[in-house]
Nanobody
Framework: QVRLVESGGGLVQPGGSLRLSCAASGSIFSKNNMGWYRQAPGKQRELVAVIKWGGSTNYADSVKGRFTISRENAKNTVYLQMNNLKPEDTAVYYC????????????WGQGTQVTVSS
């Protein structure tokens, strides 16, 4: 059983910063990818950023230069540092952990609300 626990969401003014954390526990394959997705009301869930076990990263164009994803492999923890937040960043942010093939293992956190508003 794999469990993901997120923390760090909240209410912030435009231009502010937040740091999200996600700690994974359970039987986890070391060579995994961890990422953050978000879902705004009435919209589909979208990729924000992903980091592979070796450290390479990918970002959505909308957050490049403002968000930074990082990880601590020894703690099975991924972080998302969000700077210069905008109202359009308001969403529920979900942590994701996955690895495979040959079998695909795909796990999600419960989500944490981020609201950017004055």
């Amino acid at each position: 059983q794999v469990r993901l626990v997120e923390s760090g969401g909240g209410l912030v003014q435009p231009g502010g910063s937040l740091r999200l954390s996600c700690a994974a526990s359970g039987s986890i394959f070391s060579k995994n990818n961890m990422g953050w997705y978000r879902q705004a009301p009435g919209k589909q869930r979208e990729l924000v950023a992903v980091i592979k076990w070796g450290g390479s990263t990918n970002y959505a164009d909308s957050v490049k230069g403002r968000f930074t994803i990082s990880r601590e492999n020894a703690k099975n923890t991924v972080y998302l540092q969000m700077n210069n937040l905008k109202p359009e960043d308001t969403a529920v942010y979900y942590c994701n952990l996955r690895w495979g093939p040959p079998s695909l293992f795909d796990y999600w956190g419960q989500g944490t609300q981020v609201t950017v508003s004055s």
